[in-house]
């Protein structure tokens, strides 16, 4: 019964590699998002994408860029990780329609030492 | 920015209902009022969500003002197992953000 799929639950990462967060939907969904969570932050939105090769910034773009070539794949780039990228991070996808309800991945723990 | 609005915390007696607030004041008339939890270290978890209408499931009930301008989530019986922070969203039509707020961290205590 898995909707949304994260590539890794948790990731060890050195300072200044190149880090690929991958997420996969199986229900066709148009909207596809990434958002991190820390600690008395709640959710912030990195960036989504609203069809294949489209997307817009969240709130936090800086340091990351995403890829989204196929309608069921949307990927998190951090192009030279840095340790403040330490966090917990989340993909989700849904339709346009206001009537039905985002999913969710169980999330990516990611550690930059 | 988040529509909404809701206390950072609450705390409810194990078995009794919770009742959680939110306030969502710029809701436009065609916007679906959700509510998500999420569970220490997992991803949020879809409850309800509406329009207009009160509804219910199995999890939750979701009352909405007439004016639409604040509802109320309702946990019937609450257990130990409903500790999470709830989240209230004003979900946008069409391809626009979903903009989570800081939510409300319930503790529900045996």
């Known amino acids: 019964d898995v909707k949304v799929t994260q590539s890794s639950r948790y990731l060890v990462k050195r300072t200044g590699e190149k880090v690929f967060l991958e997420c996969v939907q199986d229900?066709?969904?148009?909207?596809m998002f990434w958002y991190r969570q820390d600690p008395g932050l709640g959710l912030r939105l990195i960036y989504f994408s609203y069809d294949v090769k489209m997307k817009e910034k969240g709130d936090i773009p800086e340091g990351y860029s995403v890829s989204r070539e196929k309608k069921e794949r949307f990927s998190l780039i951090l192009e030279s990780a840095s340790t403040n990228q330490t966090s917990m991070y989340l993909c989700a996808s849904s339709t346009p329609e206001g009537y039905t309800e985002a999913f969710f991945g169980q999330g990516t723990r990611l550690t930059v030492v | 920015d988040a529509k909404t609005t809701q206390p950072p915390s609450m705390d409810c007696a194990e078995g009794r209902a919770a009742n959680l607030p939110c306030n969502h004041s710029t809701i436009s008339g065609n916007e679906y009022v959700y509510w998500y939890r999420q569970i220490h270290s997992q991803g949020p978890q879809y409850i309800i969500h509406g329009l207009k209408n009160n509804e219910t499931n199995e999890m939750a009930s979701l009352i909405i003002t007439e004016d639409r301008k604040s509802s109320t989530l309702i946990l019937p019986h609450a257990t130990l197992r409903d500790t999470a922070v709830y989240y209230c969203i004003v979900r946008p039509l069409g391809y626009d953000k979903v903009i989570f707020g800081p939510g409300t961290s319930l503790s529900v205590i045996p």
């Open positions: 229900m066709d969904h148009e909207n």
